[in-house]
């Protein structure tokens, strides 16, 4: 079997995954935050239909942006592959597949959250169920979003822990980069254990955001600034 050549322009290669790695946190945090957030109450369901049908723009620009992530988190598996694989190519091939099932998973999920679109808005369908049976369905469908996009982030930290341990058997990456991605990884894994196994700890869940994401800021702000060491690269490669 031929490997593939690798990368002639590694550095601008990694500056340009950073800067996809910021939209995919940017979009993320429009997404998941400005969106989700505000608009759905999970102890009320006419409210949050009424609030959908009041932010109709802001929803789909929710539903936009979580696209976007998910079509550059298959470029990133693949530029992030085409990156590390010099240090592990078996290694970089799960951390690759890890982040393309976790895309398929979220993207899956993502359907379930058009269902208000269907079942408050002004679609053929929303007419065929009362007001309040339309309401609790879409609450229900949003749910089932929130489930998946749970286990889609349970997905992306073995990603991430995968990603950790190339970046620090690495010598075009600091090693600390390494380590925090590793931190990151265990905090998504660690969220999906609590959500799923100890729901009484969920308000504890919450907390385990902060480490998880802070690291992919960090890492992502390497890349755009650093990128990396051409010269280890070329070495190691």
């Not at 989700?36 to 009041?54: E, F, K, P, V, Y």
């Not at 539903?63 to 010099?86: E, N």
């Amino acid at each position: 079997m031929t490997l593939s050549p690798l990368p002639r322009h590694p550095v601008t290669i990694a500056r340009l995954s950073g800067l996809a790695y910021l939209a995919i946190i940017l979009c993320g945090i429009l997404a998941q935050i400005v969106v989700r957030s505000s608009l759905i109450d999970w102890q009320d369901a006419n409210g949050t239909a009424a609030a959908i049908m009041s932010q109709d723009t802001l929803f789909r620009l929710g539903l936009l942006a979580d696209f976007v992530v998910f079509s550059l988190d298959i470029l990133l598996a693949v530029t992030f592959y085409r990156l590390l694989a010099p240090v592990d190519r078996g290694v970089a091939l799960f951390a690759l597949s890890a982040r393309l099932v976790m895309s398929a998973v979220m993207v899956t999920a993502l359907l379930a959250q058009t269902a208000p679109l269907l079942l408050v808005g002004e679609s053929p369908i929303a007419g065929q169920f009362d007001t309040e049976t339309a309401n609790t369905v879409s609450l229900f469908f949003l749910g089932l979003h929130n489930e998946g996009y749970i286990l889609g982030l349970m997905l992306f930290g073995l990603h991430c822990g995968a990603l950790g341990i190339l970046l620090v058997r690495s010598s075009y990456f600091p090693a600390f980069l390494g380590l925090l991605m590793g931190l990151s990884g265990i905090s998504y894994l660690a969220l999906g254990v609590v959500h799923f196994g100890m729901p009484a700890l969920s308000d504890v869940g919450g907390l385990l955001l902060l480490p998880a994401a802070l690291p992919e800021f960090v890492f992502a702000g390497w890349l755009i600034v650093i990128g990396l060491n051409r010269k280890k690269w070329e070495a190691q490669g």
